[in-house]
């Protein structure tokens, strides 16, 4: 059967994306993908090739919308250092009543989620992971050290060691979102990780 004239690639890749999102990789079958994507098996293999081909291109779809915003939000300028950190990470764990995320309650990034189920067996996919959590790395980093060159954190700040400890911080809290843990718990967690920054930071950047 040919594929419908108004059939749209970019949105069933956007549909076949929130499919491996809530399902992951292995648990999402050919015949969810058809039935996501109204497609049949033929259709599918002869617009995608297949399952691997489709997944690659959710994650850089995802990587393109969900990675890039969560990098934008780590670029706010005119907000002390230590706010958009604590912003960004509530944000991403969905302890805030920001609703623009697209994710349900529960189901993560799909980058750690992928990371976690596949780890580095798939050379295609760990490359794209990678690139992201550099993306996430770079931004961190970059964020950090604006807090050191303006005062806002301390001069003799390690950027390497504190971008990692975030960046391992940003990691298990998405896991534990995955898991549905206590949001307020979290907070308190994210709270901690940014105080070790600075152990005595100044009254004014407490968030209010």
Same mark, same amino acid.
């Given at each position: 059967?040919?594929?419908?004239?108004?059939?749209?690639?970019?949105?069933?890749?956007?549909?076949?994306?929130?499919?491996?999102?809530?399902?992951?990789?292995?648990?999402?079958?050919?015949?969810?993908?058809?039935?996501?994507?109204?497609?049949?098996?033929?259709?599918?293999?002869?617009?995608?090739?297949?399952?691997?081909?489709?997944?690659?291109?959710?994650?850089?779809?995802?990587?393109?919308?969900?990675?890039?915003?969560?990098?934008?939000?780590?670029?706010?300028?005119?907000?002390?250092?230590?706010?958009?950190?604590?912003?960004?990470?509530?944000?991403?764990?969905?302890?805030?009543?920001?609703?623009?995320?697209?994710?349900?309650?529960?189901?993560?990034?799909?980058?750690?989620?992928?990371?976690?189920? #596949?780890? *580095? %067996?798939?050379?295609?996919?760990?490359? @794209?992971?990678? =690139?992201?959590?550099?993306?996430? +790395?770079? &931004?961190?980093?970059?964020?950090?050290?604006?807090?050191?060159?303006?005062?806002?954190?301390?001069?003799?700040?390690?950027?390497?060691?504190?971008?990692?400890? #975030?960046? *391992? %911080?940003?990691?298990?809290?998405?896991? @534990?979102?995955? =898991?549905?843990?206590?949001?307020? +718990?979290? &907070?308190?967690?994210?709270?901690?990780?940014?105080?070790?920054?600075?152990?005595?930071?100044?009254?004014?950047?407490?968030?209010?």
């Amino acid at each position: 059967m040919a594929r419908p004239r108004q059939f749209d690639e970019q949105e069933a890749v956007a549909q076949a994306t929130d499919l491996f999102w809530h399902r992951g990789y292995h648990a999402t079958s050919v015949r969810d993908l058809g039935a996501e994507l109204r497609l049949t098996p033929s259709s599918l293999y002869r617009t995608f090739e297949d399952k691997h081909t489709l997944f690659l291109r959710a994650l850089d779809y995802y990587r393109a919308t969900e990675s890039t915003q969560a990098k934008e939000r780590l670029e706010v300028t005119g907000q002390p250092v230590r706010h958009v950190l604590r912003d960004w990470l509530l944000w991403l764990v969905g302890c805030t009543s920001d609703e623009t995320t697209g994710a349900a309650a529960g189901q993560g990034c799909l980058v750690v989620n992928t990371a976690t189920e #596949l780890g *580095t %067996t798939d050379a295609e996919v760990s490359a @794209r992971t990678e =690139a992201a959590f550099e993306v996430t +790395r770079s &931004a961190l980093r970059s964020l950090l050290d604006q807090g050191r060159r303006n005062g806002e954190l301390p001069a003799d700040l390690d950027l390497d060691a504190a971008t990692e400890l #975030l960046f *391992t %911080t940003v990691l298990g809290l998405r896991v @534990r979102e995955r =898991a549905q843990h206590d949001p307020q +718990r979290m &907070a308190t967690a994210i709270d901690f990780a940014i105080q070790a920054l600075d152990p005595t930071p100044t009254s004014h950047d407490h968030p209010e």
